[in-house]
């Protein structure tokens, strides 16, 4: 039988930010939702996708002439990529002197990663980490994912899987019961206005959410804190009554500041992002909003990420 299989866009080892402790982060590609905010816009498509440095592009032109599909023009403001006719087979990255193309999805068996995970052993045995499954969102390959969790849980290392939980209970609930700790995110607490800006219904996720609770797995809640769309006041006191009222295993409740930075993901997909001119968040208003959710209840929040004086 063919091993199992799972489509990676990152495995980035040394991580502070998504668990506890030092942690492996790998990210698998596909979403099921579509936020406008996405800092990681490379994960949100299932296939592997070509990305273009144009920091490194050199103007060569190699790529061009080993293109079957005739997807690539040179011009004067750049690379251009026809996704509509790239199959990111990668000959134009092999061609490339510069190494300004690649293609990031690739496919990877469970022992691969494992092999990745296990190297940091040590880190994550002083530090208290371990492995952390993200995206995109981990669940939407879920039999790789629950794999590569109960392979490295056999390891002895600590499990963590960062979901929007917006796939149905029966593709989470393995993959829930298979983890140390659910890093849920919990967006945007108007119905109306989650389903506009996720395509997923609030309904669902936090049906999810409370079966998350149930579960008795330790929960991280996170809410990305996005001007216009998830910075108000209101909608952080929303979220804070959610933890306290259905989610008693949650220990920590995590604010994650905008980052404009995630252009330049965009510009390298070849993608226009609505929010690249957007400023970045103040540390007072992520200070704001912290004490918004202490005072509903919520003892232990964090905020985290770049922001302006």
Known sequence: MAA???????IQRDSTEDGPGI??????KGCVMHCPWCHNPEGIRSNPELV????RCIGAGDCMKVCPQHALKLTADGMLVDRTLCDACGKCVEACPATALEVLGRLYT??????????DRLFYEKSGGGMTVSGGEASVQAAFCLALMQAVSKEGIHVAIETCAGSSWETLRPLVESANLILLDLKQMDEVKHREYTGVTLERVLA???????????????????????????????VARFILEHLPTTTRYDLLAFNNLASAKYDRIGQSWQL??????????????????????????????????
């Open 276 to 309: 690249s001119g957007e400023s970045m968040i103040t540390a007072n208003t992520m200070d704001t909003l912290s004490e918004v959710a202490r005072s509903e209840g919520v003892e232990n929040v964090h905020w985290s990420g770049l922001t302006k004086p």
């Open 52 to 55: 273009w440095y144009k920091a």
């Open 4 to 10: 199992i299989t799972g489509r990676l866009f990152n």
């Open 110 to 119: 469970v022992d691969e990663v494992v092999g990745t995970v296990v190297r």
């Open 23 to 28: 942690r492996t982060t790998v990210f698998l």
């Open 208 to 238: 999810n959410a409370r079966r998350v609770a149930e579960s008795g797995r330790e929960i991280w809640v996170r809410t990305p804190i996005i001007p216009g769309y998830t910075d108000s006041e209101s909608n952080v006191r929303s």
